[in-house]
């Protein structure tokens, strides 16, 4: 794997609200190797977006990063506490596409507007050359007639027009990371992949850093390196896409690959996920996602698990992994995945 | 665009003869003892002489029709007892500009103050400046306004040293009317803009802009304004009507010499044709403000469109 583009070191991100304090990532590190493409999966509010949010100080302002380094280009961006250090940071550097293209845009704006302002507040560049770079980066998001189209407004455009130029707005700049934040979410399924192997094909031509968070698993398929796995505000599991979908190790992954619905299968009821995601505004004893963990061991409730390693590039944080800790088998799904991927790795 | 305006006018124009024929119909329900000075001492057929010599004793529907009649001629009738025999236009024509200008300072300063502040109390929400200016409006709307125009009256002269009453040649009497006309408009403005401004800041866009790298002052300005403004000019015609009703009462406490005034005068003395002529007058400023409204959030919003269709999409 390549060089380090971004590294978190232990990450604690807290809420404040009204007095209580919310634990939102509860330390969290990360290595985003540069032109990977690592998507974030877990369920609402894992923490997923608030963690990637944390990269572009996009956070709300009763958010606050407790301890712990964003260390990108040689600087700590954790420690950045003025707008305006995180300003040249925000689309020049790291970019984001939004979830929702219908509203992501300014409607009184021209569309061609929306993006030569993102142009001409990173680039030293004249109204003129701003303009020239749109048309261009329009053309590279796959809008024909340009020229015509910059001159419209958002009304005039649907939902997957929309969401790329949504895209030209995030990689105008020529950022280094681009943050997908469920980009496909609220698309017809027949323009999510548009969608995506638009994406994809930037990130080539750009040489783009891709962070998608998602909590649909079949567009992670579709995109990514490496899958990290969120659950109540930190990455339980992370690895190689492969690794993760053939070769699962935490119960959590395991649950989460159950609950995905099986085409062609009838009569079968659906999986779900016992109980609910734990409460972040108490302190977590152990590991989180053991109440609802059928394969629970007596220490996850005690001492909160290491990461241990399972390749160079896999670790998951489950005491099942301890040398210590009883055989256990993953649910039969999870081993029938496991056959399918040595059958054909 | 065209079609609808003069679609728009019809409209305007049936809503005018409604309201003149309400107008028309309440005042011929009025005791007719108004139309004379001397009502007592009259003998009956001097008193019928009069009426006949005014119309009213034909049937109210002729009446009507007469009185529509002339208007179409552009004829606004004369005056009966606020100037006697006197055309009512040239009445007007003297007394409306003053009324024009007085209500344009006012509005212009109600914009100029309310929509800083409210701007302010947008960004400011739950600081000093949302609750100073919420603690404004809440005293604006609660307290009725004959209230403080009178305290606004009696002190602020005083503390001014300024005359009471208003002086065409002298701009310094002007400050007070201007003042408390725009108040309740002040409050208007400042309350809806900061609703509409806080509706604004929570949508995508905003989120949009500021990852884009847009600083917050920035967004503020050039797109959170702009958006909260498209629903802040339906409040336009409303505002006018404002204007012309606060005009009413401050222009007779400050002796203005005019419409407000007028209005308040000619009722009280029963001058029918003048009150429907400026009721009139009132209404189509009405009607045009909310035309004028509608006109002006198609220019400001792309999405609001008068026209067909043009082209193929």
Known sequence: MGDVILSVKDL????????????????????????ESLAIVGESGSGKSVFTKCFMGLNDLNGHIDSGEILYDGKDLAKITQEKDWLPIRGGEIAM?????????????????????????????????????????????????PERRARQYPHEFSGGMRQRVVIAIAVACRPKILICDEPTTALDVTIQAQILSLIKELRDRLGLTCVYITHDLGVVANVADRIAVMYAGDIVEIGLCEEIFYDPRHPYTWALLSSLPQLGVR????????????????????????????????????????????????????????PRAPKIDPPVNIRAIRAKGSANP | MLRYILRRLVGATITLVIVLSIVFVLLRQMPIEGYFENYDKLSPAVINARLESLGLNDPIAVQLKDFFASLLRGDLGTSARYRVGAPIGSIIAQKAPVSILLGLLSMALAMTLGIPLGAAMARSKGKFWDKFGTLFIVIINAVPSAVYYILIQMYATDLLKIPMLFER???????????????????????????????????????????KGVSTRKITMRHVFRNAFVPMIQYLPTSILYTVGGSIYIESLYSVPGMGGLLVDVIGRQDNPMV?????????????????????????????????KEGAR
């Open chain 2, 276 to 308: 429907q002529a400026i009721v009139m007058l009132y209404c189509v400023i009405g009607v045009v403000g909310l035309l004028l409204g509608d006109l002006l959030m198609g220019v400001v919003d792309p999405r609001i469109k008068f026209a067909k």
């Open chain 1, 97 to 145: 596409v939004m979830q929702d293209p219908m509203t992501s845009l300014n409607p009184l704006k021209t569309i061609g507007a929306q993006i030569e302002e993102a142009i001409l507040l990173h680039q030293k560049i004249d109204r003129h050359g701003a303009h020239a770079q749109m048309l261009s980066v329009l053309k590279d998001v796959g809008i024909d007639e």
């Open chain 2, 169 to 211: 040649g002298n701009p310094v009497t002007w400050i007070l009317p201007v003042f408390s006309m725009s108040l309740g408009n002040t409050a208007y403005y400042a309350m809806w803009l900061r609703r509409y401004m806080l509706d604004e800041m929570n949508k995508d866009y905003v989120k949009l802009a500021r990852a």
């Open chain 1, 267 to 322: 009569g079968q009821p659906l999986f779900s996920i016992k109980g609910t995601p734990p409460n972040l505004y108490t302190e977590i004893r152990g590991d989180a996602f053991a109440p609802r963990n059928p394969y629970a061991l007596e220490i996850d409730f005690v001492e909160r698990p290491p990461y241990f390693d399972v390749s160079p590039t896999h670790k998951a944080r489950t005491w099942l992994l301890d």
């Open chain 1, 12 to 35: 604690n991100l807290k809420f404040d609200l009204r007095g209580r304090v919310l634990h939102a990532i509860r330390g969290v590190s990360l290595d985003l190797y540069k032109g």
